[in-house]
């Protein structure tokens, strides 16, 4: 990727998960692998996609464990950023030693989950400690269910980064009233879009692809490109015999065949929004 990214940032993958066999898993959880993920298969798959950088996001069967990531975080801290799962009354104190580490964001996986009313006053301190840090909330929710909780975050002030294209059913195409009105929450200008888990959305492979195409084509429209970024979503859970980083990457080429606009994708908006730059 140096071909279109800044050196010593030779591409940035803002989306993946590092965990082992053996750690304690969360009490209530959708998936638990059987294999391992450590940080240096990771590094390894980078390297031979030629990217240098990336973030690791707290995977759900964990829980609000996050000593494992954290402590990856710490073999390659120039490299790496992480995103964690936390409880909403964690102390104030706790978050900042974790931005002493390289977090960024919070992760609200809220798949197969109730919706939680932002409303209450633990969500507001808790969101209050989020803005003073200048973290994100990251959140991971099927697209009908996403203008309920990215539009009460905004008018939070959070800034708000959407995982896997919103989680739509593919199938249904981009004229879903769901995303529009996520479209439509860009306007904001705190909201972040990955493109990444393209294998998730419901379809068949040619299906996927072809709303990926026109929905990316859309978010350009409504969001701009410094408000998009790529992910590979290693190690792909669920789907880890269907593909691998460097066929994700050749996903992104075919969707974003110009360069200025994979640079975006890739570096720029990852670089600013997980602070792998600074002013």
């Given at each position: 990727m140096s071909e279109i990214c800044p050196l010593p940032i030779r591409g940035?993958?803002?989306?993946?998960?590092?965990?082992?066999?053996?750690?304690?898993?969360?009490?209530v959880r959708r998936y638990a692998p059987d294999y391992d993920a450590t940080l240096a298969d990771y590094l390894t798959r980078l390297g031979e996609s030629d990217l240098s950088h990336g973030v690791l996001v707290q995977p759900s069967f964990l829980g609000t464990d996050n000593s494992y990531l954290l402590a990856a975080l710490q073999q390659a801290p120039e490299r790496l950023r992480g995103v964690v799962v936390v409880e909403r009354d964690i102390a104030f104190d706790e978050l900042e030693r974790m931005a002493g580490l390289g977090v960024a964001g919070v992760r609200l996986n809220l798949m197969g989950q109730p919706l939680p009313d932002f409303a209450e006053a633990s969500w507001q301190v808790f969101f209050q400690h989020l803005r003073r840090l200048d973290w994100h909330v990251e959140v991971h929710r099927q697209l009908e269910d996403l203008p309920a909780l990215v539009e009460p975050l905004l008018a939070l002030g959070c800034k708000v980064v959407v995982d896997h294209f919103g989680r739509p059913d593919a199938r249904l195409g981009v004229g879903q009233p769901a995303f529009a009105r996520l479209l439509e929450s860009g306007q904001?200008?705190?909201?972040?879009?990955?493109?990444?888990?393209?294998?998730?959305?419901?379809?068949?492979?040619?299906?996927?692809?072809?709303?990926?195409?026109?929905?990316?084509?859309?978010?350009?429209?409504?969001?701009?490109?410094?408000?998009?970024?790529?992910?590979?979503?290693?190690?792909?859970?669920?789907?880890?015999?269907?593909?691998?980083?460097?066929?994700?990457?050749?996903?992104?080429?075919?969707?974003?065949?110009?360069?200025?606009?994979?640079?975006?994708?890739?570096?720029?908006?990852?670089?600013?929004?997980?602070?792998?730059?600074?002013?």
């Open positions: 940035i993958d803002a989306h993946a998960h590092v965990f082992e066999r053996g750690l304690g898993l969360a009490t904001s200008g705190r909201l972040w879009i990955k493109v990444s888990g393209i294998y998730r959305l419901g379809g068949t492979p040619m299906e996927n692809l072809h709303f990926a195409e026109k929905a990316l084509s859309l978010m350009l429209q409504s969001l701009g490109p410094d408000r998009l970024l790529w992910g590979s979503d290693w190690p792909h859970t669920q789907h880890e015999h269907e593909v691998n980083v460097c066929s994700e990457l050749e996903r992104l080429r075919r969707l974003a065949c110009a360069a200025p606009l994979r640079q975006h994708l890739l570096c720029n908006t990852a670089a600013e929004l997980f602070g792998f730059v600074k002013d």
